[in-house]
């Protein structure tokens, strides 16, 4: 329960950031489709620009037409082709100045091409406005000769050639640049989304995967630990002890390296927790193990490989050198007082040690012959260490199960 408790502690932080994510992917959605509705509003009103100056151009040849005809029937398709001219030029004029809902055309333009269409020196709504009041009024006047030289004809085809048609042509071009703009300023919010995204991706990953990945790691680690340790004393459990003493045991043949091994068992330890309670035996191996790890070598090896029953892995270690670290550990708890309830118990160990030898296939064939020894010092009297069976007067059999049937039934650890 603990390890899924500690996992949701970083399902808000790690929620937050998909939601902050998925709000800048939606973000970018909408300007995506900003851009494309900008794209298609600025072709559209450079379109219209364009056929702005084209409709002028054809107004005013359409005019000069009309003034040159005589022919009646045909200056009445002149007029309504110029009509028509006319009525386009004037819904596209109203579309650029003032806007239009149904074509996407926005009612606010940039200030460079207000100034175009309002400010001098271009005037163009007002250009435009006089070019089409002219040629209306050139509309209602009956064919005349002199009707070509008229103030109405000069004023179009000059506009048309002049004035209007350069102002027309620097509408379109502040058209053209202004939507350039305005799509480049959207593409670059897009990149810092883009951006944003991917920093906060890269900051998910590291403020909350790498935490959190760490932390599985940690458990995975503590839960493997655990496996391997024994909860009473801290040191290793029978599993880890022996996972650890096969690992150095192939070390050892691969490097041609000697080893020694420990298997320590408390004397009368049943009397202690018969006349002691439990809880005393518990402080009693708990203070075994506590001097064992203090008093060996970091490389050594510590491990409950039972009850009472203890082992200790020796890398290489000689049997003599074993055996003065196995003397000097009895000696140790021999003397070792432990207080309960204003009592103090006093408690001995027997221990057998075995060396490596070329015959041991593996690190068993070791504590085997190590846990017989322990046996022998037990029959020999305990409070004692052996490191081989003619060590003492009492001769362990050669195996575990030669000892289990011809030990004495009566004999307390």
């Known amino acids: 329960m603990r390890k899924i ?6 399902l808000p932080i790690y929620a937050g950031a998909l939601a902050f ?13 900003r851009i494309a509705g900008e794209q298609k509003t600025a072709a559209r009103m ?47 004029h109203m579309a650029l100045t003032r806007g239009d809902v149904a074509q996407g055309i926005p009612a606010a333009a940039s200030e460079a091409i207000d100034e175009i269409y309002f400010g001098d020196p271009n005037l163009l709504d007002q250009r435009v406005r006089l070019f089409m009041y002219d040629i209306r009024e050139i509309l209602t006047k009956q064919w005349d000769p002199e009707l070509e030289n008229s103030v109405y004809v000069k004023s179009v085809v000059l506009a048309s050639r002049q004035a209007l048609l350069a102002s027309l042509d620097d509408a379109t071009d502040e058209f053209m640049t202004d939507s350039l703009v305005r799509v480049e300023e959207l593409r670059t919010t897009l990149r ?37 340790t024994d909860s009473l004393t801290g040191g290793l ?68 490989l039972g009850g009472e029953e203890f082992g200790i892995l020796l890398p290489e270690t000689h049997i ?51 846990d017989i020894r322990m046996f022998s010092a037990k029959n020999a009297g305990r409070n004692r260490v052996v490191s081989c069976e003619n060590d003492v007067a009492v001769h362990a059999p050669k195996t575990m199960t030669d000892y289990a049937q011809n030990a004495d039934p009566t004999l307390n650890h």
């Open 5 to 10: 408790y500690e996992l949701r502690d970083y």
């Open 21 to 33: 994510v998925g709000l800048l992917v939606v973000a970018a959605h909408f300007t995506i489709d």
């Open 46 to 92: 450079v379109e219209m620009a364009g056929t702005q100056r084209m409709l002028s151009q054809r107004a005013a040849s359409l005019t000069l037409e009309y003034v040159n005809t005589r022919d009646q029937s045909q200056r009445g398709t002149i007029r309504e082709m110029i009509n028509g001219a006319q009525l386009e030029m004037r819904a596209t």
């Open 192 to 228: 810092v989304m883009h951006g944003a995204v991917i920093l906060a991706i890269v900051g998910i990953g590291f403020f909350v995967f790498t935490p959190l990945f760490r932390r599985v790691v940690r458990q995975n680690e503590s839960l493997a630990d655990a496996a391997q």
């Open 237 to 304: 459990n029978r599993r880890g002890f022996m996972a650890t003493g096969a690992a150095e045991f192939s070390r050892a043949i691969r490097y041609r390296t000697t080893m020694s091994v420990m298997v320590l068992d408390i004397d009368h330890f049943k009397n202690i927790n018969d006349s002691l309670g439990h809880a005393a035996g518990d402080q009693v191996i708990r203070a075994l193990a506590e001097t064992c790890m203090q008093t060996l070598r970091k490389s050594d090896a510590f491990g409950r």
């Open 320 to 370: 003599e050198e074993a055996m003065r670290v196995a003397e000097k550990l009895r000696e140790l708890l021999a003397n070792l007082p432990i207080q309960r309830d204003k009592t103090e118990i006093s408690f001995t160990v027997s221990i057998g040690v075995a060396e490596r030898v070329d015959s041991d296939s593996s690190l068993e064939d070791m504590l085997n012959r190590a």
